[in-house]
């Protein structure tokens, strides 16, 4: 049962990722086994913004994404024997590398996997059945930066397919003549940092566009005439966050919506108040609190959703400024 609070319960929903594990009992467990790799991620991720990143066994998480591994590819499967793909990978190399364990990864066999998914076009593909989607165009960016191997892909064909996405309002979409979305002009926006190509961007109307998704509740929705969701106070924030216009949101309005999503008995954070959480709104919920600087959480690092300390650590250069942090909303 969600309810309206004015702080977010941070020992609640530490407790709930940890129990996640622990459901392989029920039936959801298995029928979310295409998401497991991704939803590790997800939980590592709000556990490291919150403060608790050893609140999950170390071990037993690096045994279970090396258990991933789609030895015949090259890459990583959402599940022990399922295919790889290239979300699942960048997920594997995201939490290895938060757990310090990227020697446990083989490099160059990765590489080899990402690049064979690069169409003709630019674009990738997210798998050897061949869906395109600019997501999997930032999911193999973001790898090979990871990584420091960009110069294995075309990266020049990469930003003149994001070019061709482009849209009249500044937006972006999942493919060459597709309407703007917010999760997409994420992706896109992040790729285009990566790569130091934010000059492609519409900025003033870009910016529009995204301001316009905030709602009278706070909330954020992904394209117009659609309802709030918390997922989008990342996709949202992100976008905004690395072209530096993070004021066009009401901050203290998005924070209370996002608050009144929290379960404050079982824990967790649901896509909007009274429905059921997962970990994946969990997730997005606390990462879009850390963007707007809510007190209490570790700065996410916009362009790549991971911990800023991580990614400055490994000396990328992302260009972004962090929002203040705030002593009190």
């Known amino acids: 049962m969600a309810a309206t609070t004015a702080t977010l319960n941070i020992p609640l929903h530490v407790q709930y990722i940890q129990n996640l594990g622990k459901s392989s009992d029920e039936l959801i467990y298995h029928l979310t086994s295409h998401l497991r790799l991704n939803a590790i991620y997800w939980g590592l991720t709000a556990l490291c913004l919150m403060g608790h990143r050893d609140a999950l066994d170390r071990e037993e998480m690096i045994e279970f994404v090396m258990s991933c591994w789609d030895d015949e590819a090259g890459g990583f499967g959402a599940h022990p024997d399922h295919d790889a793909h290239v979300h699942s990978t960048l997920s594997a190399i995201q939490i290895l590398i938060m757990q ?10 990765v590489v ?12 990738f593909a997210g798998d050897s059945f061949g869906e395109i989607d600019t997501r999997f165009l930032f999911c193999a960016i973001n790898a090979l930066s990871l990584l420091g191997q960009l110069d294995k892909v075309d990266t020049k064909k990469a930003v003149e397919y994001i070019e061709r996405c482009k849209n009249f309002d500044g937006g972006f979409g999942a493919c060459v003549g597709a309407e703007s979305h917010s999760a997409q002009v994420y992706v896109c926006v992040a790729t285009l940092a990566i790569l130091d190509r934010l000059d492609v961007l519409d900025v003033d109307t870009l910016s529009w566009w995204l301001s316009e998704r905030q709602l009278p509740n706070g909330g954020l929705n992904g394209r117009p005439q659609k309802l709030e969701d918390v997922c989008y106070s990342f996709w949202v924030l992100s976008s905004l966050s690395i072209i530096n216009k993070l004021e066009y949101i009401d901050a203290d309005k998005l924070s209370s919506f996002i608050l009144s999503a929290q379960d404050l008995e079982g824990g967790g954070i649901s896509d909007r108040p009274g429905d059921m959480v997962d970990v994946f709104h969990t997730h997005f919920g606390v990462a879009g609190l850390s963007l707007i600087g809510y007190p209490g959480l570790e700065d996410l690092d916009p362009i790549y959703c991971m911990p800023a300390q991580v ?9 972004w400024k962090a929002l203040p942090r705030r002593t009190s909303l």
């Open 100 to 109: 310090d364990a990227l020697d446990r990864v083989d490099v160059p066999r």
């Open 112 to 123: 080899k996997f990402i690049a064979s998914l690069q169409q003709p076009s630019g674009v």
């Open 311 to 319: 990614i400055t650590k490994m000396g990328l250069q992302t260009g």
